[in-house]
């Protein structure tokens, strides 16, 4: 379903991204894990279309379903985005503007992709909505993101990010701006919607016991580069690499055991 | 915002009111000159003593300094603001003969300035470090530098001594003798909101919800007209009111140029002749338009942004 080749990405004439190799299958999770600055983010920013000014492809291909995202104009990749690939941001109320309500940009949302009327698109995003455990979407339509909670906004969020089904979600930070509680909750929602809708995910996460949980296969990244990967069980039990040695080293531990 | 806050704000206004005025009596009564040698002079007649004392009593001068500014205060308080020296008018008669013609040139300056600088500003950011921008910076480090007498004087040379297009003064205030004080006006304010507009624009395109919009599969121009330009706009509502309040203030160099019968050409010749209530009449207006605009431009973010809405 997605082909990645040998993509480089540079920003003001540096590589940030080197060599980048991703080839994944409908309905796979992988997670990238490594310290900022290591091209995590940069990866799927490329992948999908939204790298900063500076940052542009110098080398490789990403390849979509079989064609080409590289070659799409701004207006098939705006077509692409937030209907087949979507993409979930660590904080996703500071990705909705403060000062319109939320339930006009989940209709404006809506009606890009699907021609149907504002009504019906507003019965939709309740529904998204009420699908994410969230009570009372009326009132969350009718809200300002300011006034919803850090966990409300992630799940306001990966609702609208679903509601298309996605073939691939691309999630960045999905849940290090929460609590424990809510970061279980939000990772068991998106595992849920991989198994009902079979859409892929990539999770950017500095968080190990987050990858490790979540994910068929690991892409560990040290400045712009692979540096391992695998299934969770050879990069958790058998790392390889120094480094991911170190990254394991530094999850913290209760009572003695590694909280993963 | 809630009623108590504004009733607040209108008591404060009332103390800066007296603040403002009394600094003014009290400046003016220290400043040199005299408004009976004044008067005289103006009629062109060489008064004696007993004159001059005769008129300074007329006018209240002889009192001590704070029983003057006490039966100004009240005469205001009643809807009195003392009768002009030099014009034997009441200021308030005077003041208002010549609002409506600074409140137009106000209105239309401002117009003229929103239609050229807010699609410039907005070009200029969109087109960041291009031609367009390039040219439109330039343009408008010009028209700030350049100071209004000389814009206005450039405009009067070419499109009424030149071209004759327009006269050169009149005396009745139509849409063509408001039309170059107004682009005067407008030049060096529509450079200063070029480069608002523009820096707003930028620093809103940065900003997070437009990568999520983006990602929303929204398109580049659906985002600016949409999402960033509402944002972009917020902070230009200050820079607006205070505009306006300066221009209702009235603009006596451009006036002066133009002969354009507006507040700030009273006001002038009332510092020339000394003249005292009308002094004091032009500061309280001043004053009293500014927080005015100022109270309203705040009470329009309650109904702009919801953020403060909901902080109050």
């Known amino acids: ?260 | 915002m809630k009623s108590k806050i504004i009733l607040k704000r209108l008591l404060q206004m009332l103390i800066v009111l007296i603040g403002i005025t009394f600094l003014t009596f009290l400046l003016t009564y220290l400043a040199p000159g005299d408004p009976a040698t004044a008067m005289y002079e103006s009629m062109g007649v060489v008064p004696t003593e007993e004159q001059l004392a005769q008129a300074r009593a007329n006018m209240g001068l002889d009192q001590p300094f704070l029983t003057q500014y006490g039966r100004w205060i009240t005469g205001c308080l009643q809807g009195d603001f003392g009768t002009s020296f030099t014009k034997n008018q009441p200021v308030l008669d005077l003041l208002l003969k010549r609002l409506p013609s600074t409140f137009k040139l106000a209105v239309l300056s401002l117009a003229i300035m929103a239609v050229v600088s807010i699609p410039l500003g907005i070009l200029s950011a969109v087109k960041q470090d291009g031609i367009a921008d390039f040219i439109i910076r330039g343009v408008s480090f010009l028209g700030i530098s350049l100071p209004g007498f000389l814009i206005g004087l450039l405009l009067l040379y070419f499109f009424a001594l030149k071209l004759g297009w327009l006269k050169v003064a009149s005396s009745n205030v139509g849409f063509e003798q408001m039309l170059l004080p107004s682009i005067t006006l407008a030049i060096a304010m529509s450079s200063k909101y070029t480069r608002q507009v523009r820096t707003a624009v930028l620093e809103e395109l940065h900003q997070d919800y437009v990568i999520g919009a983006k990602a929303r599969g929204l398109k580049q121009g659906e985002i600016l007209w949409k999402h960033v330009l509402p944002n972009a706009m917020l902070p230009l509502i200050t820079m607006l009111g205070l505009s306006f309040g300066s221009l209702l203030g009235g603009t006596s160099v451009v006036e002066i140029i133009f002969s354009y019968p507006g507040l700030g050409i009273l006001a002038v010749s009332a510092v020339n002749g000394r003249d005292y209530p009308l002094i004091q009449g032009f500061v309280l207006w001043i004053a009293l338009i500014y927080m005015v605009v100022n109270l309203l431009v705040d009470i329009s973010y309650n109904y702009i942004d919801p953020r403060i809405r909901e902080a109050k």
Do not use: C, W
């Open chain 1, 1 to 260: 379903m997605l082909n990645m080749n040998h993509v480089t990405v540079t920003y003001n004439d540096r590589p940030t991204l080197i060599d980048f190799d991703l080839h994944m299958k409908q309905g796979e999770i992988v997670s990238l894990v490594g310290e900022s600055g290591s091209g995590k983010t940069t990866a799927i920013r490329a992948l999908f279309g939204l790298l900063p000014h500076e940052g542009y492809v110098s080398d490789g291909d990403i390849l979509f379903e079989g064609e080409s995202l590289l070659s799409k104009s701004e207006d098939e990749m705006a077509r692409l985005r937030g209907s087949r690939i979507s993409m979930i941001f660590q904080d996703s109320g500071a990705m909705i503007n403060p000062i319109r309500r939320i339930g006009a940009q989940f209709v404006e949302y809506i009606r890009k992709h699907e021609k149907i009327s504002k009504k019906e698109a507003y019965r939709k995003g309740v529904a998204m909505l009420e699908a994410m455990r969230l009570p009372d979407g009326d009132n969350i339509m009718r809200s300002y993101g300011f006034q919803l909670s850090g966990g409300m906004r992630q799940r306001v969020g990966i609702a609208m990010a679903m509601t298309f089904r996605p073939d691939l979600l691309l999630a960045d930070e999905p849940t290090s701006a929460l609590d424990v509680t809510t970061q279980a909750q939000i990772v068991r929602q998106m595992m849920d919607l991989n198994k009902k809708t079979g859409t892929s995910i990539i999770i950017v996460t500095h968080n190990l016991g987050v990858a490790a949980y979540m994910s068929d296969r690991i892409l560990v990244m040290q400045n712009g580069r692979i540096v391992e990967q695998g299934d969770r069980e050879q990069i958790l039990k058998h790392p390889q690499q120094e480094y991911t040695q170190k990254l394991l080293a530094a999850i913290p531990t209760m009572e003695g055991e590694a909280y993963v």
